[in-house]
């Protein structure tokens, strides 16, 4: 059973540029939640989709969105991008909307930006 | 609010040592769960254990033990006969389920070196 996937695994970005990032989860898992780790911040929650809804969002500025598909693939967007925002960004997949069963994250992809 | 304390920031022990990594909690939920995650080099979270806020019976997998206690909001993990391949940063989590919507809180990883 193939695991959570996000693409790219690296980027590198300049500030004021825009940024995608993909999240494949898990098959049969239908919630996505996507999370920021730095040094200084640690993990920190972004949001969390299920079934094509976003059901909760951290405290991030609006440059911060995301989307899923009705395959339940997950895209996040930074816009406007600044240097703080150098970090990895993980995905997380539930087989649940409870995460019973535990949430099943990717390798993230980390981001730089200059 | 929701918070995870793991005061221990950097550990390091020689091989073979039990070592302990503490975890904190707070929430005012009454239903809760609470998560440990591996974090070796490679970026990935693993998942190690969940927890909800009802079973407060210990658990042991393989040198793998955690100790579950509401009353001191405790959630502690410690491995026993540790190995180098043990090295990695772990980390305790907190989801309190708002309206079924997943979202975990983490503690700062207490960062394990395990010494050969």
């Known amino acids: 059973k193939a695991g959570v996937t996000q693409t790219p695994r690296y980027l590198i970005k300049t500030r004021g540029q825009q940024v995608t990032l993909s999240c494949s989860p898990i098959?049969?898992?239908?919630?996505v939640s996507w999370y920021q780790q730095t040094p200084g911040q640690g993990l920190q929650f972004l949001f969390e989709?299920?079934?094509?809804?976003?059901?909760n969002k951290g405290n991030f500025p609006g440059r911060f969105s995301g989307r899923q598909f009705s395959n339940s693939r997950s895209e996040m967007n930074v816009s406007t991008l600044e240097l703080g925002d150098s970090a990895l960004y993980l995905c997380?997949?539930?087989?649940?909307?409870?995460?019973?069963?535990?949430?099943?994250f990717g390798s993230g992809t980390r981001l730089t930006v200059v | 609010a929701q918070k995870v304390t793991q005061a221990q920031t950097e550990i390091s022990v020689v091989e073979k040592e039990d070592v302990t990594l503490d975890c904190v909690y707070e929430?005012?939920?009454?239903?809760?769960?609470l998560f440990w995650y591996k974090q070796p080099p490679s970026g990935e979270l693993v998942f190690l254990i969940r927890r909800n806020s009802f079973d407060e019976q210990n658990e042991i997998s393989g040198r793998y033990s955690w100790n579950f206690q509401k009353s001191t909001s405790s959630f502690n993990f410690t491995i026993t006969a540790s190995q180098v391949v043990d090295s990695a940063v772990y980390f305790c989590?907190?989801?309190?389920?708002?309206?079924?919507?997943?979202?975990?809180?983490f503690g700062q990883g207490t960062r394990l070196t395990i010494n050969p």
């Open positions: 098959s049969g898992h239908r919630s």
């Open positions: 997380a997949s539930s087989q649940t909307v409870e995460g019973y069963y535990g949430y099943t």
């Open positions: 929430t005012r939920d009454t239903t809760y769960y």
């Open positions: 989709y299920f079934s094509e809804t976003q059901r």
């Open positions: 989590a907190l989801s309190e389920q708002p309206q079924g919507a997943q979202k975990l809180v």
